[in-house]
């Protein structure tokens, strides 16, 4: 009877609300849905919710990063001016360079300066070369970017398929010297530096066979070793997650009834099986991109690359502060970019991640 008073009330909007309600009516039908919907919003458990959260994230990395980045100058022992200028320097010289970089002024008229600069694009001025730091950065940043994005584009092309291939060939137990082989292999390789593996790509390549340029930016030549040198670790890196995630996928219950129903190999694999690993596979993927990072500043060098890499090695060198703290500003920022960047593609991917995440 209990259940018929329940299932009468829910029925009759206009009818007495139950026992203890305070409304004296019951809500309307079209209500506890949309109420449900608005709590799932304010909950974060919609992409907009997940957005919102992932922004405010990158929003405040990258003013951690700007506010790092403008104390670096204040935190080196001394004058960064009469360090990048030399001790016998004129100290009016000194004096009228601090002036010009802005250095005379109070610490928050600085941060405000500076946070206004940067808003419009400016980064201040080189104190070796006097060219503005935007200039230098926009000229040397597409070298830069000619070396990553073709390693990046190999290191999915080349970890992905690696570890896949290598999980269907080695799971149950089976292949056991396979897989041996694999895991010492993948695993020297990633435990390599990239500047170790450049050297040796030089002297293999480039001193031994002479088939390759030794350094420099030219034709299409002189990207094959610098690529390499970015490609090969992570690759291996990414290579080795992908058949442990792999090898994981491949005993779940969906898969079963996937070669249950005889559907082709590369349906199984490729439409089942590679969409479901790739969600951890990408968070790894991410921090190995932003590794690439600091594998640009190792690898320029040793290639005499004409990228950011190499500039801020020179910056430090001749103590250029200003031009320093605009490149690990841009650096820091694109790793946050990328960060961000794979969160989204994961959750494209995986869409449960968007309840998850938090």
């Known amino acids: 009877m209990a259940r018929v008073q329940i299932a009468n009330a829910g029925a009759n909007p206009g009818g007495p609300a139950a026992p203890g309600g305070g409304a004296g009516r019951t809500a309307p039908v079209g209500a506890v849905p949309a109420l449900r919907r608005a709590a799932a919003a304010l909950t974060g458990d919609t992409w907009l919710g997940f957005l919102a959260r992932r922004t405010g994230r990158l929003l405040v990395s990258l003013a951690v990063v ?18 990048a200028l030399g001790l016998s320097a004129d100290p009016t010289q000194v004096a009228a360079r601090r002036h010009d970089l802005g250095l005379d002024r109070s610490l928050p008229e600085q941060y405000g300066a500076f946070l206004a600069n940067l808003f419009h694009g400016r980064l201040g001025d080189s104190i070796v070369s006097q060219m503005p730091v935007s200039q230098i950065i926009s000229d040397r940043l597409p070298s830069t970017l000619q070396l990553v994005i073709p390693a990046v584009v190999l290191i999915l092309l080349v970890g992905i398929p690696i570890g896949m291939l290598a999980a269907v060939l080695t799971k149950d137990g089976r292949r056991r010297r396979g897989e041996l082989a694999f895991a ?7 435990a390599l530096p990239e500047f170790l593996l450049a050297v040796g790509l030089v002297a293999v390549f480039a001193v031994w066979w002479q088939v390759l340029p030794v350094a420099g930016q030219s034709d299409l030549s002189s990207y094959v070793l610098p690529v390499l040198s970015l490609t090969v670790v992570p690759a291996a890196s990414l290579s080795r997650v992908v058949r442990v995630e792999a090898l994981r996928v491949l005993t779940e219950d969906y898969m079963r009834t996937a070669r249950a129903k005889r559907l082709p190999a590369r349906l199984v694999y490729l439409r089942h099986a590679l969409p479901n690993l790739l969600t951890s596979s990408l968070t790894i993927g991410g921090l190995l991109f932003t590794s690439l990072l600091a594998g640009t500043v190792l690898v320029e060098n040793v290639f005499a690359w004409p ?37 989204v593609a994961v959750a494209v991917i995986d869409p449960r991640s968007t309840v998850r995440g938090t």
């Not at 104390?71 to 004058?79: N, T």
């Not at 010492?184 to 990633?190: D, F, K, M, Q, V």
């Not at 090695?313 to 970019?337: N, S």
């Open 307 to 343: 990228g950011l890499g190499s500039t801020i090695v020179q910056a430090i060198t001749t103590k250029d502060y200003p031009l320093v703290q605009g490149v690990v500003l841009v650096y820091g920022a694109a790793a946050l970019l990328i960060t961000f960047a794979v969160d």
């Open 184 to 190: 010492a292999t993948t695993g020297i390789l990633a």
């Open 66 to 83: 700007v506010t790092a980045s403008f104390a670096m100058i204040h935190l080196i022992p001394g004058d960064p001016v009469r360090a």
